[in-house]
């Protein structure tokens, strides 16, 4: 992926599954939500694998471990090791190994994910900030994880012991909607202490790093539904990237969104994996899409003044395409102030 401004979703003439080597997904809002697959997930992926495409699951939920994390994918009725799962409990693992004496104390704020990882790496959890620990590392703990963890991290933070976190996204999907992530988490100690973290999960290079490491992919593809973790992390990782509209972004936050959140391809779910992308070519002043055709309202307007037009008929997902190109366009290295909601409300998105 070139690191100039992308104007556009880009076009791919072979199904991805077989223009790239491996899949790196994520989880939560791609593959499943509150436990379960999410529609034509799994016969997607099952396909996909079938056509000689790996598939690795990379999340920055730090709570299970690999072999958890597979278990459930199998139940789910998608055949995956340990080995096929990379978290950011394993990237924060490696980060924190490279920083402290091996066999160091570790004080864990979270749950078995990151107790598992930090052994694999030799180093030894512990649970008070009264057990002399060489760092703090702190993961999603799920939603009974007791207040005073959070304590205990702020009283080893406050007295100099090294930080980490496994990601700081702030919120996660879940089947009832979407809830507080270990971003909120991270919050609270950092409000109590005012220090700083060290964080290995997406968007970060700890987890891109971790992710090739583990996978050996030489063409990978990164399949996520966030924007500011996994878009961005694959723009920091200089690799492709396919947004599926299946977890927490909306047509207008993608039409909005900077060049490091503007993902390669766009699709509604991961049946995205098994077809190629359409073109989006200039037409005039404005941008076409199958039968769609988008443009960034009258120029010489103040932007914030400026609406997205859109004309046409056909696949909402075409007309999806043309409007990013139209505002990523007219917002170049910024954030599109354009209004959307008219042409967004005629795609029924």
């Known amino acids: 992926m070139s690191r100039s401004v992308r104007t556009r979703p880009e076009a791919s003439g072979q199904a991805l599954s077989e223009a790239y080597d491996t899949a790196l997904l994520d989880l939560d809002g791609v593959v499943y939500a509150g436990g379960s697959a999410i529609v034509h997930a799994v016969e997607s992926l099952d396909t996909a694998r079938a056509g000689g495409m790996r598939l690795a699951y990379v999340t ?35 980060l924190i190994a490279e920083q402290v004496p091996a066999g160091a104390r570790v004080l864990v704020i979270g749950g078995e994910g990151l107790r598992v990882a930090l052994r694999e790496r030799g180093l030894t959890p512990v649970e008070s900030a009264d ?32 930080w980490f976190a496994s990601n700081t996204d702030l919120t996660i999907p879940s089947g009832r909607g979407i809830a507080p992530g270990n971003g909120a988490a991270v919050e609270v100690v950092r409000i109590a202490t005012g220090a700083e973290p060290q964080v290995a999960g997406k968007p970060l290079p700890p987890m891109h790093r971790e992710t090739i490491l583990r996978t050996g992919a030489e063409r990978p593809l990164v399949v996520g539904d966030r924007l500011d973790t996994d878009i961005e992390g694959a723009f920091n990782g200089e690799v492709d990237s396919l947004l599926v509209l299946t977890g927490v972004t909306d047509g207008a936050q993608l039409l909005a ?5 503007r993902p ?45 037009e859109l004309d046409g008929d056909g696949e909402a997902l075409d007309g999806l ?16 102030e354009l209004d959307a909601a008219k042409a967004l409300v005629r795609l029924g998105l």
């Open 60 to 94: 920055n939920n730090a709570l299970r471990t690999p072999d958890a994390v597979a278990g459930h994918l199998t139940e789910l009725g998608i055949p995956t090791g340990a080995e096929d799962v990379i978290t950011s409990a394993q990237a924060v693992a490696r």
């Open 131 to 162: 057990d002399d620990p060489a760092a703090v590392v702190q993961g999603y703990g799920g939603p009974d994880l007791p207040w005073g963890r959070f304590a205990e991290a702020s009283y080893a933070v406050a007295r100099g012991v090294p």
């Open 257 to 261: 969104a900077p060049p490091q959140h």
């Open 264 to 308: 390669t391809f766009v699709d509604a779910d991961l049946r995205g994996l098994l077809t190629g992308q359409p073109e989006v070519s200039v037409a005039g002043d404005g941008f076409r899409c199958g039968g769609w055709t988008a443009t960034a309202g009258a120029a010489g307007v103040p932007s914030h003044e400026r609406r997205l």
């Open 321 to 336: 395409r043309a409007l990013c190109a139209a505002a990523w366009t007219a917002a170049g290295e910024g954030s599109c």
